[in-house]
Protein backbone atom coordinates (compact mmCIF):
# COMPACT_ATOMS: atom_id res chain seq x y z
CA UNK A 1 0.00 0.00 0.00
CA UNK A 2 0.99 3.92 -0.66
CA UNK A 3 0.93 6.47 1.39
CA UNK A 4 -0.94 8.83 -1.36
CA UNK A 5 -3.71 6.73 0.40
CA UNK A 6 -3.15 8.01 3.90
CA UNK A 7 -6.13 10.62 3.69
CA UNK A 8 -8.85 7.96 2.55
CA UNK A 9 -7.73 5.83 4.86
CA UNK A 10 -8.18 8.78 7.52
CA UNK A 11 -11.32 9.55 6.61
CA UNK A 12 -12.87 5.63 7.21
CA UNK A 13 -10.67 4.12 10.32
CA UNK A 14 -12.51 5.13 12.58
CA UNK A 15 -15.61 3.37 11.03
CA UNK A 16 -13.75 0.28 10.06
CA UNK A 17 -12.41 0.11 13.78
CA UNK A 18 -16.13 0.21 14.77
CA UNK A 19 -16.95 -3.29 12.20
CA UNK A 20 -17.89 -6.51 13.64
CA UNK A 21 -15.52 -9.33 11.55
CA UNK A 22 -17.14 -11.63 9.59
CA UNK A 23 -16.42 -15.38 8.30
CA UNK A 24 -15.25 -14.06 5.02
CA UNK A 25 -12.97 -11.62 6.20
CA UNK A 26 -11.39 -14.53 8.87
CA UNK A 27 -11.43 -16.99 5.71
CA UNK A 28 -9.13 -14.42 3.71
CA UNK A 29 -7.29 -13.08 6.49
CA UNK A 30 -6.40 -16.42 8.78
CA UNK A 31 -3.76 -19.43 8.44
CA UNK A 32 -6.05 -22.47 8.39
CA UNK A 33 -4.89 -25.55 8.27
CA UNK A 34 -6.24 -25.69 4.69
CA UNK A 35 -3.65 -23.45 4.32
CA UNK A 36 -0.80 -23.82 6.72
CA UNK A 37 -0.59 -27.27 5.23
CA UNK A 38 1.46 -26.59 2.14
CA UNK A 39 4.08 -24.12 1.07
CA UNK A 40 3.70 -22.38 -2.16
CA UNK A 41 6.90 -23.36 -4.48
CA UNK A 42 5.98 -21.38 -7.74
CA UNK A 43 3.16 -19.48 -9.71
CA UNK A 44 3.11 -20.17 -13.71
CA UNK A 45 0.19 -17.94 -15.03
CA UNK A 46 -1.17 -18.07 -18.35
CA UNK A 47 -3.81 -15.82 -19.36
CA UNK A 48 -5.45 -14.22 -22.54
CA UNK A 49 -7.48 -10.54 -22.36
CA UNK A 50 -10.55 -9.76 -24.24
CA UNK A 51 -10.11 -5.77 -23.80
CA UNK A 52 -13.82 -5.53 -25.40
CA UNK A 53 -15.02 -7.96 -23.17
CA UNK A 54 -13.12 -7.30 -20.21
CA UNK A 55 -12.83 -10.75 -19.31
CA UNK A 56 -10.35 -12.46 -18.72
CA UNK A 57 -9.44 -16.08 -19.64
CA UNK A 58 -6.61 -19.13 -18.60
CA UNK A 59 -5.05 -20.49 -16.09
CA UNK A 60 -2.12 -20.91 -12.90
CA UNK A 61 -0.38 -24.01 -12.55
CA UNK A 62 0.52 -23.99 -9.04
CA UNK A 63 3.80 -25.75 -7.71
CA UNK A 64 3.26 -26.05 -3.73
CA UNK A 65 5.01 -28.29 -0.97
CA UNK A 66 3.26 -30.40 1.52
CA UNK A 67 4.25 -29.29 4.63
CA UNK A 68 1.40 -31.32 6.89
CA UNK A 69 -0.48 -34.44 5.90
CA UNK A 70 -4.18 -33.42 3.61
CA UNK A 71 -6.62 -34.21 1.60
CA UNK A 72 -7.38 -30.31 1.58
CA UNK A 73 -6.70 -27.16 1.04
CA UNK A 74 -7.93 -23.67 0.36
CA UNK A 75 -6.77 -21.26 -2.59
CA UNK A 76 -8.68 -18.24 -3.18
CA UNK A 77 -11.01 -16.73 -6.12
CA UNK A 78 -13.00 -13.81 -6.15
CA UNK A 79 -16.72 -14.87 -7.03
CA UNK A 80 -16.50 -12.46 -9.09
CA UNK A 81 -14.43 -15.20 -11.66
CA UNK A 82 -15.67 -18.66 -11.90
CA UNK A 83 -13.52 -21.73 -11.37
CA UNK A 84 -13.62 -23.55 -14.89
CA UNK A 85 -11.43 -26.93 -13.43
CA UNK A 86 -9.51 -27.44 -10.82
CA UNK A 87 -6.51 -30.39 -12.70
CA UNK A 88 -4.01 -32.79 -10.28
CA UNK A 89 -2.53 -35.95 -12.23
CA UNK A 90 -4.96 -35.38 -15.26
CA UNK A 91 -7.93 -35.67 -12.94
CA UNK A 92 -10.23 -32.87 -12.55
CA UNK A 93 -10.53 -31.97 -8.52
CA UNK A 94 -13.65 -31.86 -6.36
CA UNK A 95 -13.99 -28.25 -4.97
CA UNK A 96 -16.44 -25.91 -3.06
CA UNK A 97 -16.35 -22.58 -2.56
CA UNK A 98 -17.19 -20.18 0.06
CA UNK A 99 -17.29 -16.72 -0.33
CA UNK A 100 -13.78 -16.38 -1.90
CA UNK A 101 -12.29 -19.28 0.00
CA UNK A 102 -11.76 -22.28 -2.89
CA UNK A 103 -11.80 -25.54 -0.34
CA UNK A 104 -10.01 -28.36 -3.03
CA UNK A 105 -10.01 -32.18 -2.15
CA UNK A 106 -7.82 -34.71 -3.47
CA UNK A 107 -8.82 -38.24 -3.96
CA UNK A 108 -6.06 -38.90 -1.70
CA UNK A 109 -3.94 -37.91 1.14
CA UNK A 110 -1.36 -35.72 0.50
CA UNK A 111 2.16 -36.42 1.62
CA UNK A 112 4.38 -34.22 3.91
CA UNK A 113 7.26 -33.45 2.02
CA UNK A 114 5.99 -34.36 -1.34
CA UNK A 115 5.90 -31.62 -3.95
CA UNK A 116 3.70 -31.82 -6.93
CA UNK A 117 1.46 -29.30 -9.12
CA UNK A 118 -2.19 -28.49 -9.89
CA UNK A 119 -3.52 -26.49 -12.60
CA UNK A 120 -6.39 -24.22 -11.60
CA UNK A 121 -8.82 -22.67 -14.95
CA UNK A 122 -10.77 -19.90 -14.33
CA UNK A 123 -12.44 -17.06 -16.50
CA UNK A 124 -14.54 -14.27 -16.22
CA UNK A 125 -14.89 -10.77 -15.92
CA UNK A 126 -12.84 -9.05 -12.86
CA UNK A 127 -14.07 -6.57 -9.99
CA UNK A 128 -13.56 -3.20 -11.70
CA UNK A 129 -11.87 -0.58 -9.63
CA UNK A 130 -13.70 2.89 -8.78
CA UNK A 131 -11.16 5.21 -8.05
CA UNK A 132 -7.44 2.79 -7.94
CA UNK A 133 -5.34 2.20 -5.80
CA UNK A 134 -7.67 3.35 -3.53
CA UNK A 135 -9.64 0.28 -4.29
CA UNK A 136 -8.70 -3.13 -5.27
CA UNK A 137 -9.58 -4.01 -9.02
CA UNK A 138 -9.07 -3.21 -13.02
CA UNK A 139 -8.42 -0.08 -14.53
CA UNK A 140 -9.60 -0.06 -18.07
CA UNK A 141 -8.90 3.09 -20.05
CA UNK A 142 -7.33 4.35 -23.37
CA UNK A 143 -4.49 6.32 -24.44
CA UNK A 144 -4.35 9.52 -26.68
CA UNK A 145 -4.94 6.90 -29.65
CA UNK A 146 -7.75 5.45 -28.31
CA UNK A 147 -5.79 2.29 -27.49
CA UNK A 148 -6.64 -0.03 -24.44
CA UNK A 149 -4.38 1.03 -21.69
CA UNK A 150 -5.09 -1.20 -19.24
CA UNK A 151 -3.81 -1.80 -15.21
CA UNK A 152 -4.69 -3.37 -11.78
CA UNK A 153 -4.21 -2.75 -8.10
CA UNK A 154 -5.61 -4.99 -5.66
CA UNK A 155 -2.94 -4.66 -2.05
CA UNK A 156 -5.27 -4.96 0.79
CA UNK A 157 -8.35 -6.14 -1.16
CA UNK A 158 -6.69 -9.35 -2.78
CA UNK A 159 -4.71 -11.01 -5.59
CA UNK A 160 -7.10 -13.34 -5.96
CA UNK A 161 -10.04 -10.82 -7.52
CA UNK A 162 -7.85 -11.52 -10.40
CA UNK A 163 -6.23 -14.90 -10.85
CA UNK A 164 -6.46 -18.01 -8.47
CA UNK A 165 -3.65 -17.73 -5.69
CA UNK A 166 -3.27 -18.37 -2.02
CA UNK A 167 -4.19 -14.84 -1.03
CA UNK A 168 -2.19 -14.45 2.14
CA UNK A 169 0.74 -12.31 2.54
CA UNK A 170 3.13 -15.18 4.90
CA UNK A 171 3.34 -17.54 2.19
CA UNK A 172 5.35 -16.14 -1.65
CA UNK A 173 6.27 -18.22 -4.02
CA UNK A 174 9.74 -19.14 -3.26
CA UNK A 175 10.68 -20.09 -6.65
CA UNK A 176 9.08 -17.00 -8.41
CA UNK A 177 6.65 -16.63 -11.01
CA UNK A 178 5.80 -16.84 -14.49
CA UNK A 179 3.11 -14.42 -16.15
CA UNK A 180 2.29 -15.43 -19.64
CA UNK A 181 -0.40 -13.00 -20.80
CA UNK A 182 -2.23 -12.69 -24.43
CA UNK A 183 -3.39 -9.62 -25.87
CA UNK A 184 -4.35 -7.82 -29.14
CA UNK A 185 -2.04 -7.56 -31.67
CA UNK A 186 -0.63 -3.99 -31.39
CA UNK A 187 -0.57 -3.95 -27.77
CA UNK A 188 1.83 -4.92 -25.34
CA UNK A 189 2.00 -6.74 -21.80
CA UNK A 190 4.05 -5.45 -18.93
CA UNK A 191 4.81 -7.39 -15.61
CA UNK A 192 7.29 -8.30 -13.19
CA UNK A 193 10.46 -9.57 -13.84
CA UNK A 194 12.87 -9.98 -17.17
CA UNK A 195 10.53 -10.59 -20.63
CA UNK A 196 11.27 -14.21 -21.93
CA UNK A 197 9.91 -12.91 -25.14
CA UNK A 198 6.58 -13.11 -27.34
CA UNK A 199 4.71 -15.02 -29.48
CA UNK A 200 2.39 -14.04 -31.91
CA UNK A 201 -0.75 -16.32 -31.69
CA UNK A 202 -3.16 -16.87 -34.70
CA UNK A 203 -6.34 -15.54 -33.59
CA UNK A 204 -5.17 -12.30 -33.43
CA UNK A 205 -3.45 -11.82 -29.70
CA UNK A 206 0.30 -11.93 -29.72
CA UNK A 207 1.62 -13.46 -25.98
CA UNK A 208 4.01 -12.04 -23.28
CA UNK A 209 6.08 -13.88 -21.31
CA UNK A 210 7.84 -12.38 -18.26
CA UNK A 211 9.29 -14.04 -15.64
CA UNK A 212 10.63 -13.61 -12.25
CA UNK A 213 13.37 -15.37 -10.18
CA UNK A 214 12.72 -13.97 -6.54
CA UNK A 215 10.20 -14.83 -4.02
CA UNK A 216 6.95 -12.23 -4.29
CA UNK A 217 4.49 -11.08 -2.60
CA UNK A 218 0.86 -12.08 -4.23
CA UNK A 219 -0.24 -8.63 -4.50
CA UNK A 220 2.82 -7.18 -6.18
CA UNK A 221 2.33 -9.82 -9.33
CA UNK A 222 0.88 -7.45 -12.41
CA UNK A 223 0.12 -6.96 -15.36
CA UNK A 224 0.00 -3.80 -17.56
CA UNK A 225 -1.48 -3.40 -20.86
CA UNK A 226 -0.78 -0.64 -23.12
CA UNK A 227 0.80 1.03 -26.47
CA UNK A 228 4.17 0.61 -24.74
CA UNK A 229 7.78 1.62 -26.14
CA UNK A 230 11.06 0.91 -23.74
CA UNK A 231 13.91 2.94 -23.17
CA UNK A 232 16.45 2.16 -20.58
CA UNK A 233 20.17 1.68 -19.48
CA UNK A 234 22.82 -0.67 -17.42
CA UNK A 235 23.54 1.81 -14.17
CA UNK A 236 26.19 0.56 -12.07
CA UNK A 237 25.41 -3.01 -13.00
CA UNK A 238 21.74 -2.60 -12.48
CA UNK A 239 19.23 -2.95 -15.32
CA UNK A 240 16.80 0.39 -15.53
CA UNK A 241 13.99 -0.39 -17.92
CA UNK A 242 11.22 1.86 -18.51
CA UNK A 243 7.49 1.09 -20.30
CA UNK A 244 6.04 4.06 -20.59
CA UNK A 245 3.16 5.18 -23.34
CA UNK A 246 4.52 5.82 -27.05
CA UNK A 247 3.09 9.66 -26.52
CA UNK A 248 5.18 9.96 -22.88
CA UNK A 249 8.31 9.00 -23.70
CA UNK A 250 10.12 12.45 -24.08
CA UNK A 251 8.63 13.41 -20.71
CA UNK A 252 9.47 10.16 -19.08
CA UNK A 253 13.35 10.60 -20.50
CA UNK A 254 13.43 13.77 -18.21
CA UNK A 255 11.70 12.65 -15.14
CA UNK A 256 13.03 9.24 -14.89
CA UNK A 257 16.63 10.52 -14.59
CA UNK A 258 15.60 10.83 -10.65
CA UNK A 259 15.89 7.14 -10.68
CA UNK A 260 19.36 6.92 -10.45
CA UNK A 261 20.67 9.28 -8.00
CA UNK A 262 17.96 7.24 -5.81
CA UNK A 263 19.67 4.30 -6.33
CA UNK A 264 22.40 5.56 -5.39
CA UNK A 265 20.98 6.78 -2.33
CA UNK A 266 19.22 3.77 -1.27
CA UNK A 267 21.64 1.33 -2.12
CA UNK A 268 24.25 3.21 0.10
CA UNK A 269 21.75 3.42 3.01
CA UNK A 270 19.41 0.43 2.60
CA UNK A 271 22.17 -1.77 0.83
CA UNK A 272 21.83 -3.46 -3.06
CA UNK A 273 18.33 -3.56 -4.56
CA UNK A 274 16.96 -6.55 -3.22
CA UNK A 275 16.05 -7.86 -7.18
CA UNK A 276 19.07 -7.64 -9.17
CA UNK A 277 18.01 -10.95 -11.35
CA UNK A 278 14.98 -9.30 -11.85
CA UNK A 279 15.60 -5.42 -13.09
CA UNK A 280 14.37 -3.17 -11.65
CA UNK A 281 11.28 -1.20 -13.74
CA UNK A 282 9.07 2.05 -14.04
CA UNK A 283 5.68 1.48 -16.09
CA UNK A 284 3.37 4.03 -16.96
CA UNK A 285 -0.05 3.42 -15.69
CA UNK A 286 -3.52 4.40 -15.60
CA UNK A 287 -3.76 4.70 -11.96
CA UNK A 288 -1.09 7.06 -9.41
CA UNK A 289 1.31 4.09 -8.34
CA UNK A 290 1.64 0.99 -6.83
CA UNK A 291 4.72 -0.86 -5.51
CA UNK A 292 4.71 -3.88 -7.64
CA UNK A 293 7.76 -5.35 -7.22
CA UNK A 294 10.18 -5.20 -10.22
CA UNK A 295 7.61 -3.48 -12.36
CA UNK A 296 7.04 -0.34 -10.13
CA UNK A 297 3.50 1.62 -11.05
CA UNK A 298 3.93 4.95 -12.56
CA UNK A 299 0.98 7.58 -13.14
CA UNK A 300 2.73 10.65 -11.17
CA UNK A 301 1.79 12.66 -14.54
CA UNK A 302 5.62 13.63 -14.84
CA UNK A 303 5.36 16.51 -12.07
CA UNK A 304 7.23 16.59 -8.66
CA UNK A 305 5.73 15.87 -5.10
CA UNK A 306 2.48 13.79 -5.45
CA UNK A 307 0.43 15.02 -8.43
CA UNK A 308 1.98 18.90 -7.66
CA UNK A 309 1.82 18.42 -4.42
CA UNK A 310 3.50 18.13 -1.49
CA UNK A 311 1.96 16.35 1.04
CA UNK A 312 4.54 17.42 3.90
CA UNK A 313 3.34 21.22 3.62
CA UNK A 314 6.99 22.11 3.89
CA UNK A 315 7.41 22.73 0.23
CA UNK A 316 10.53 20.02 0.22
CA UNK A 317 8.50 17.80 -1.10
CA UNK A 318 8.02 19.58 -4.81
CA UNK A 319 11.73 18.86 -4.88
CA UNK A 320 11.11 15.36 -6.03
CA UNK A 321 8.95 12.99 -8.08
CA UNK A 322 7.22 11.81 -4.76
CA UNK A 323 6.11 8.01 -6.50
CA UNK A 324 9.22 7.69 -7.77
CA UNK A 325 10.84 7.63 -4.36
CA UNK A 326 7.63 6.34 -2.35
CA UNK A 327 7.16 3.49 -4.56
CA UNK A 328 10.80 2.12 -5.29
CA UNK A 329 11.40 2.45 -1.37
CA UNK A 330 9.46 -0.49 -1.30
CA UNK A 331 11.68 -2.84 -3.28
CA UNK A 332 13.11 -2.88 0.21
CA UNK A 333 10.50 -2.33 2.43
CA UNK A 334 7.32 -4.57 1.47
CA UNK A 335 8.46 -5.83 -0.92
CA UNK A 336 11.79 -7.29 -0.22
CA UNK A 337 10.76 -7.66 3.71
CA UNK A 338 7.14 -8.21 3.78
CA UNK A 339 4.76 -8.84 6.55
CA UNK A 340 3.20 -12.02 7.45
CA UNK A 341 0.12 -10.37 8.17
CA UNK A 342 -1.59 -6.98 6.68
CA UNK A 343 -2.78 -5.97 10.08
CA UNK A 344 1.36 -5.00 10.68
CA UNK A 345 1.47 -3.15 7.23
CA UNK A 346 3.01 0.02 9.38
CA UNK A 347 6.46 -2.34 8.52
CA UNK A 348 5.88 -1.35 4.68
CA UNK A 349 4.34 1.65 4.88
CA UNK A 350 6.24 3.43 8.22
CA UNK A 351 9.49 2.43 6.83
CA UNK A 352 9.02 3.52 3.02
CA UNK A 353 7.60 6.93 4.39
CA UNK A 354 10.99 7.21 6.66
CA UNK A 355 13.01 6.64 3.39
CA UNK A 356 11.54 9.51 1.44
CA UNK A 357 13.57 11.68 4.11
CA UNK A 358 16.21 9.71 3.55
CA UNK A 359 16.28 10.73 0.24
CA UNK A 360 15.53 14.08 0.84
CA UNK A 361 18.83 13.90 3.24
CA UNK A 362 21.19 12.16 0.59
CA UNK A 363 20.26 15.52 -1.84
CA UNK A 364 19.84 18.05 0.50
CA UNK A 365 20.93 17.56 4.10
CA UNK A 366 19.99 16.50 7.36
CA UNK A 367 18.31 20.02 7.96
CA UNK A 368 16.18 19.41 4.95
CA UNK A 369 15.33 15.98 6.12
CA UNK A 370 13.89 16.73 9.14
CA UNK A 371 12.17 19.70 8.13
CA UNK A 372 10.23 17.06 5.76
CA UNK A 373 10.12 14.32 7.98
CA UNK A 374 8.68 16.57 10.52
CA UNK A 375 5.70 17.95 7.86
CA UNK A 376 4.42 14.55 8.32
CA UNK A 377 3.58 15.28 11.87
CA UNK A 378 0.50 17.50 10.36
CA UNK A 379 -0.69 14.09 8.71
CA UNK A 380 -1.00 11.57 12.06
CA UNK A 381 -4.81 12.27 13.02
CA UNK A 382 -3.74 9.36 16.20
CA UNK A 383 -7.78 7.96 15.48
CA UNK A 384 -6.56 4.22 15.97
CA UNK A 385 -3.51 2.09 16.72
CA UNK A 386 -0.96 1.53 13.81
CA UNK A 387 -1.22 -1.83 14.24
CA UNK A 388 -4.54 -3.77 13.06
CA UNK A 389 -6.42 -6.87 13.74
CA UNK A 390 -4.36 -10.10 13.25
CA UNK A 391 -6.47 -12.73 11.15
CA UNK A 392 -9.01 -10.93 9.49
CA UNK A 393 -7.37 -8.99 6.36
CA UNK A 394 -7.24 -5.96 8.79
CA UNK A 395 -4.61 -2.99 8.42
CA UNK A 396 -4.39 -0.33 11.08
CA UNK A 397 -4.80 3.18 11.14
CA UNK A 398 -3.22 5.49 8.21
CA UNK A 399 -1.21 7.15 10.52
CA UNK A 400 1.16 4.12 9.96
CA UNK A 401 2.62 6.38 7.19
CA UNK A 402 3.91 9.48 9.02
CA UNK A 403 3.44 8.17 12.27
CA UNK A 404 5.54 4.72 11.64
CA UNK A 405 8.09 7.51 10.08
CA UNK A 406 8.25 9.82 13.00
CA UNK A 407 9.15 7.03 15.24
CA UNK A 408 11.83 5.48 13.42
CA UNK A 409 13.03 9.32 12.99
CA UNK A 410 13.03 8.71 16.90
CA UNK A 411 14.36 5.42 16.84
CA UNK A 412 17.13 7.59 15.35
CA UNK A 413 17.60 10.04 17.81
CA UNK A 414 17.24 7.92 20.58
CA UNK A 415 20.00 5.97 19.39
CA UNK A 416 22.10 9.04 18.88
CA UNK A 417 25.33 7.90 16.56
CA UNK A 418 24.59 8.17 13.19
CA UNK A 419 27.19 5.94 12.44
CA UNK A 420 25.25 3.42 14.48
CA UNK A 421 22.42 4.07 13.21
CA UNK A 422 22.94 3.57 9.90
CA UNK A 423 25.33 0.45 10.21
CA UNK A 424 21.90 -0.80 12.26
CA UNK A 425 19.09 0.33 9.72
CA UNK A 426 21.16 -1.40 6.45
CA UNK A 427 21.65 -4.26 8.68
CA UNK A 428 17.85 -5.00 9.28
CA UNK A 429 17.38 -4.67 5.83
CA UNK A 430 20.25 -7.14 4.38
CA UNK A 431 19.53 -9.61 7.89
CA UNK A 432 15.52 -9.73 6.55
CA UNK A 433 15.85 -9.45 3.10
CA UNK A 434 13.64 -11.52 1.26
CA UNK A 435 12.07 -12.68 4.33
CA UNK A 436 8.42 -12.46 5.70
CA UNK A 437 8.63 -10.98 9.60
CA UNK A 438 6.20 -9.94 12.25
CA UNK A 439 6.18 -6.32 14.87
CA UNK A 440 7.89 -8.63 16.86
CA UNK A 441 10.89 -9.57 14.93
CA UNK A 442 11.65 -5.68 14.17
CA UNK A 443 11.25 -4.87 17.51
CA UNK A 444 13.55 -7.88 19.52
CA UNK A 445 15.99 -6.71 15.75
CA UNK A 446 16.33 -3.35 17.19
CA UNK A 447 16.06 -3.86 21.09
CA UNK A 448 19.43 -6.08 20.35
CA UNK A 449 21.08 -4.26 17.66
CA UNK A 450 21.03 -0.37 19.95
CA UNK A 451 21.84 -2.50 22.91
CA UNK A 452 18.47 -0.66 24.39
CA UNK A 453 14.99 -1.72 25.72
CA UNK A 454 13.02 0.06 22.93
CA UNK A 455 9.96 -2.17 23.52
CA UNK A 456 7.61 -0.14 25.32
CA UNK A 457 8.52 2.71 22.67
CA UNK A 458 7.44 0.37 20.15
CA UNK A 459 3.98 -0.29 21.94
CA UNK A 460 3.03 3.15 22.20
CA UNK A 461 3.69 4.45 18.96
CA UNK A 462 2.06 1.19 17.16
CA UNK A 463 0.13 -1.01 19.65
CA UNK A 464 -2.06 2.92 21.04
CA UNK A 465 -3.53 5.83 19.19
CA UNK A 466 -2.10 8.39 21.65
CA UNK A 467 1.55 9.26 21.07
CA UNK A 468 3.66 10.23 24.47
CA UNK A 469 3.17 13.36 26.42
CA UNK A 470 6.02 14.94 28.12
CA UNK A 471 4.32 16.48 31.37
CA UNK A 472 6.49 19.32 32.58
CA UNK A 473 5.74 21.46 35.85
CA UNK A 474 8.00 23.74 37.59
CA UNK A 475 9.31 23.45 41.26
CA UNK A 476 11.43 26.20 42.39
CA UNK A 477 14.04 27.76 40.02
CA UNK A 478 13.64 24.57 37.55
CA UNK A 479 11.34 21.65 37.01
CA UNK A 480 10.15 18.17 36.80
CA UNK A 481 9.21 16.10 34.05
CA UNK A 482 8.32 13.09 32.93
CA UNK A 483 6.29 10.45 30.51
CA UNK A 484 2.45 9.87 30.11
CA UNK A 485 1.94 6.96 28.03
CA UNK A 486 -0.40 4.03 27.82
CA UNK A 487 2.38 1.23 28.22
CA UNK A 488 3.92 1.07 31.49
CA UNK A 489 7.65 1.33 31.99
CA UNK A 490 8.02 3.78 29.18
CA UNK A 491 11.60 5.40 28.88
CA UNK A 492 12.65 7.93 26.14
CA UNK A 493 14.77 10.72 25.77
CA UNK A 494 13.95 14.26 24.93
CA UNK A 495 16.13 17.31 24.31
CA UNK A 496 15.25 21.33 24.64
CA UNK A 497 16.99 24.22 24.57
CA UNK A 498 17.71 26.90 27.37
CA UNK A 499 19.73 30.06 26.87
CA UNK A 500 21.46 28.56 23.23
CA UNK A 501 22.68 25.26 25.18
CA UNK A 502 20.98 21.90 24.16
CA UNK A 503 20.00 19.94 26.60
CA UNK A 504 19.50 15.51 26.45
CA UNK A 505 16.81 14.07 29.74
CA UNK A 506 16.03 11.04 29.56
CA UNK A 507 12.52 10.57 31.27
CA UNK A 508 10.59 7.59 32.43
CA UNK A 509 6.90 7.65 33.96
CA UNK A 510 7.45 8.94 37.40
CA UNK A 511 8.50 12.06 38.11
CA UNK A 512 12.17 13.32 37.64
CA UNK A 513 13.47 16.91 38.22
CA UNK A 514 16.37 18.42 36.34
CA UNK A 515 18.94 19.25 37.93
CA UNK A 516 20.09 23.00 37.04
CA UNK A 517 18.03 26.04 37.40
CA UNK A 518 16.30 27.02 34.37
CA UNK A 519 13.22 29.39 33.80
CA UNK A 520 10.72 26.84 32.96
CA UNK A 521 9.04 30.01 30.51
CA UNK A 522 12.57 30.20 28.21
CA UNK A 523 13.01 26.33 27.60
CA UNK A 524 12.34 25.59 23.81
CA UNK A 525 11.20 22.09 24.01
CA UNK A 526 10.28 22.12 20.03
CA UNK A 527 12.40 19.19 18.42
CA UNK A 528 12.77 17.89 15.17
CA UNK A 529 13.91 14.68 16.68
CA UNK A 530 11.61 13.07 18.97
CA UNK A 531 7.90 12.90 17.83
CA UNK A 532 5.78 13.38 21.15
CA UNK A 533 2.80 16.29 22.38
CA UNK A 534 4.14 18.49 25.70
Known amino acids: MNRFTLLFFISVSVVLNAQNFSRKDSLQGSLRPERTSFNVLRYDLNIKINTDKKIISGYNDIFFEVMENTHRIQL ?27 FIDFE ?84 NGRLLGSEKLLDGYTRWDWEVKNPINSYNITINVGDYVHFGENYNGLDLDYYVLRENLPAAKVQFEEVKPMMDCFQEKFGIYPFTGDSYKLVDTPYLGMEHQSAVAYGNQYRKGYLGNDLSGTGIGLKFDFIIIHESAHEWFGNSITSSDIADMWIHEGFTTYAESVFVECEWGYDKAMQYINGQSNLVRNDA ?31 NNDAKWWRILRKYVEIFRHQIINTQTVIDFFNKETGLNLSPVFRQYLYYKNIPILEVEPVENSFRFRWKTDVENFEMTFEFIYNGKKYRQTATNNWQQFSGKVD ?15
Not at 389 to 408: C, F, H, Q, R, T
Not at 520 to 534: A, Q
Open 76 to 102: DLFTDMQVDSIVFQRKKLTYTREFNAV
Open 520 to 534: LVKIDFNSRKFFYKK
Open 385 to 415: PVIGEYGVNKKGSGDMYPKGALMINTLRHIV
Open 108 to 191: GSLTKGKQDTLRFYYSGKPLTAKNAPWDGGFVWRKDKAGKPWIGVAVQGTGASLWYPVKDHQSDEPDLGATIKVAVPDGLMNVS
